[in-house]
C-alpha cells in the first residue's frame, strides 16, 4: 500500500522559527493532504494538494508537492507555541487513506 | 456542531470483557471510519463504512466488529478483549470517498488489563 512517511520523526524549534517536515510516498497519487494532532485530541485536517498543483498556502502554511521526487513538505512560518503538536502527511491508498507515523513539532516560547 | 462525537473517553477493562465503543457524526456525511492509534505507528484502520448499509475490513479488523446503524452513527465491538487491544481509538468521518479530508473525533482511551 502507498504509505507517506515524514521525516524529521521530531523536530524543536524556538517561537517565531520555521518548521519545516517533509513527506516521502512510494507510488503515484492524486493528492495529499496533511493533518494536525494536538495532543489527547483528534486529528484535524490543514490542506489538501491535488497532484496538478505544485503549492499550496493557507495563512501560515506552505504546503508543496514534487510528484517526479514522490515527496511533499510542509512549512509553517513564523511558528507559535500553539503550534506544538504532531503533523501527519495522508496519502490514497484504494478507497482508503494512509497516514504516516508522524512529525512530533515542539515549539519553544 | 459538535463535528464527530466519541463515547467513552476513557475505559478500562479486563481481559476477555467486551463493550462497545460509540460514534456518531452530525455533517450528513456518507463514509465512516474506525482507526487505532499506537505509539510511533501512526493511525492504522480497524473498519470503514463507504456508505449506509456497508462496512469492509481495514489493515487490522481481527478481534472487532462494526455496526453501521444509520448515517450517523458507527459503532465498533470488541467481544473478548485482549491486552494487544489496548489502544487509542478514533472514529472519522468524510463527506464520501476517503480521499477527501476527514473529520475526528477526540478518541477512546482504552486500557485491557
Known amino acids: 500500500s502507498q504509505q507517506g512517511e515524514e521525516d524529521p520523526q521530531a523536530l524543536s524549534i524556538q517561537e517565531g522559527e520555521n518548521a519545516t517536515m517533509n513527506c516521502s510516498y512510494k507510488t503515484s497519487i492524486n493528492n495529499l493532504q496533511w493533518y494536525r494532532q494536538n495532543s489527547g485530541r483528534g486529528l484535524v485536517h490543514l490542506i489538501l494538494i491535488r497532484s496538478n498543483e505544485r503549492e499550496k498556502h493557507s495563512g501560515r502554511l506552505r504546503v508543496t508537492l514534487d510528484t517526479s521526487k514522490k515527496s511533499s513538505s510542509l512549512l509553517i512560518t513564523a511558528s507559535r507555541a500553539a503550534d506544538t503538536a504532531s503533523y501527519f502527511c495522508?496519502?490514497?491508498?484504494?478507497?482508503?487513506?494512509?497516514f504516516g507515523a508522524g512529525t512530533r513539532l515542539f515549539v519553544k516560547a | 456542531n459538535a463535528g464527530v462525537t466519541q463515547t467513552p473517553k476513557f475505559q478500562v477493562l479486563k481481559t476477555g470483557q467486551s463493550m462497545t465503543l460509540q460514534c456518531a457524526q452530525d455533517?450528513?456525511?456518507?463514509?465512516m471510519y474506525w482507526y487505532r492509534q499506537d505509539p510511533g505507528m501512526g493511525l492504522r484502520l480497524i473498519y470503514y463504512?463507504?456508505?449506509?448499509?456497508?462496512?469492509d475490513k481495514g489493515e487490522v479488523p481481527n478481534g472487532y466488529n462494526v455496526s453501521r446503524l444509520n448515517k450517523r452513527e458507527f459503532s465498533l465491538r470488541l467481544e473478548s478483549a485482549a491486552p494487544s487491544q489496548t489502544s487509542v481509538y478514533f472514529c472519522?468521518?468524510?463527506?464520501?470517498?476517503?480521499?477527501?479530508?476527514?473529520?475526528f473525533g477526540d478518541g477512546t482511551r482504552l486500557s485491557i488489563l
Open positions: 455533517m450528513n456525511h456518507n463514509s
Open positions: 463504512s463507504a456508505s449506509e448499509g456497508t462496512t
Open positions: 472519522a468521518s468524510s463527506e464520501n470517498r476517503s480521499n477527501q479530508p476527514q473529520h
Open positions: 495522508a496519502t490514497p491508498g484504494g478507497f482508503k487513506t494512509i
